[in-house]
C-alpha cells in the first residue's frame, strides 16, 4: 500500500470512527434496557434498570413509602435545625406534587385496584446549605441540596423494576432564598425527574 493509499484508509477509518461513537451515547441516552446507567437522559444521577416495563399497561402510581429517619440533621444549637426538622414533613408532599405534575398517571399513596407502579424512596440528604453564603457569594454558594435513592415496583408481583439515586440543589431566591422555599422547589424537582423516568418507558 503506497502512501497516498494509507493516508486514505487512515482518513476513511477515523471517520468512521468518529460516526459510531456519537450514535452510542445516543442509544445509552434515557435508555430503557437492563444496565445501570450514571447520569441517565442528563437527568438522574443515576438509574439502574432491573427489568424494563410497559408504563401504557399501568393506571395509577403509589408512592407508598418515604422514608426520612436516616437523615442527618444539624446540630440542635445550629439555627439551620428548626428549618431542617419542619422540611422532613414537607419534602414528601413537595416530591408527590412533582411527580404529579409531570407524570402520565394517577397519583396515590396506596395501591389501588388499578395495574399500579410503586414507589418507594429514601431520603438520604437534606443539606440546608448556607443562605449568607447564597445572598453575599451567590454563584451557587451555600446551596440547599436534598438526595433521594429509592425504586420502582410492580405492585402485583412486588417485583423491583427499576433503582434510581438523584440529588438537587438550588441556590436562588429572595434574599438568599428562605429555606422552606428552597427545600420544596428541589424536592418538586426531585419529584418532576422521576415522574421523566416513568414516562420513558
Do not use: H
Given at each position: 500500500m503506497n502512501a497516498r493509499n494509507i493516508?486514505?484508509?487512515?482518513?476513511?477509518?477515523?471517520?468512521?470512527?468518529l460516526g459510531v461513537v456519537p450514535n452510542a451515547s445516543a442509544r445509552t441516552k434515557g435508555a430503557t434496557t437492563p444496565g445501570t446507567y450514571q447520569d441517565w437522559n442528563g437527568d438522574i444521577d443515576e438509574v439502574t434498570i432491573l427489568q424494563p416495563f410497559n408504563a401504557a399497561s399501568y393506571s395509577?402510581?403509589?408512592?407508598?413509602?418515604?422514608?426520612?429517619?436516616?437523615?442527618?440533621?444539624?446540630?440542635?444549637?445550629?439555627?439551620t435545625y428548626g428549618p431542617v426538622r419542619t422540611a422532613l414533613g414537607t419534602i414528601k408532599p413537595a416530591f408527590m406534587a412533582g411527580l404529579a405534575q409531570k407524570a402520565q398517571r394517577k397519583i396515590g399513596v396506596k395501591a389501588g385496584?388499578?395495574?399500579?407502579?410503586?414507589?418507594?424512596?429514601?431520603?438520604?440528604?437534606?443539606?440546608?446549605?448556607?443562605r449568607a453564603a447564597?445572598?453575599?457569594?451567590?454563584?451557587?454558594?451555600?446551596?440547599?441540596?436534598?438526595?433521594?435513592?429509592?425504586?420502582i415496583l410492580d405492585a402485583s408481583s412486588k417485583k423491583?423494576?427499576?433503582?434510581?439515586?438523584?440529588?438537587?440543589?438550588?441556590?436562588?431566591?429572595?434574599?438568599?432564598?428562605?429555606?422552606?422555599?428552597?427545600?420544596?422547589?428541589?424536592?418538586?424537582?426531585?419529584?418532576e425527574d422521576?415522574?421523566?423516568?416513568l414516562n420513558a418507558f
Open positions: 493516508v486514505l484508509f487512515c482518513l476513511v477509518a477515523g471517520n468512521l470512527v395509577a402510581i403509589a408512592v407508598e413509602s418515604f422514608d426520612t429517619a436516616g437523615v442527618p440533621l444539624p446540630n440542635p444549637k445550629d439555627n385496584a388499578e395495574r399500579t407502579l410503586i414507589i418507594r424512596a429514601r431520603l438520604s440528604k437534606l443539606d440546608p446549605g448556607s447564597r445572598y453575599w457569594a451567590g454563584f451557587g454558594a451555600g446551596a440547599v441540596k436534598i438526595e433521594m435513592t429509592g425504586e423491583t423494576l427499576v433503582r434510581f439515586r438523584q440529588e438537587r440543589r438550588s441556590a436562588f431566591g429572595a434574599f438568599g432564598g428562605g429555606y422552606d422555599e428552597l427545600f420544596t422547589r428541589t424536592a418538586r424537582q426531585i419529584g422521576v415522574a421523566g423516568l
